[in-house]
């Protein structure tokens, strides 16, 4: 697709947006918009609490196999036989 033509189709595309947004009152505009925006905060928000959450439960599992690998090769207190 050439570039005047995917200009043409973007403008063609703003025009309807346009048209089909005026024919819905302004409170309502701004309800929605606030609601748009109020969600992807939220979203943002859990998705770095998520991601906060599951790097404390890997370092938290990183750290028991730790242990348990020192345990194995300590032998539980008995020396290893080579």
Known sequence: ??????KKLIKRANDKLKTSCQKIP????????????????LFSLYQTISSVNQMRKNHKVQTEQEVIEEQSENNHGTERGE
């Open 1 to 6: 697709m050439s570039n005047n033509s995917f």
């Open 26 to 41: 302004k409170k309502t505009r701004i309800i929605l918009v606030i609601i748009f925006l109020l969600s992807c905060g």
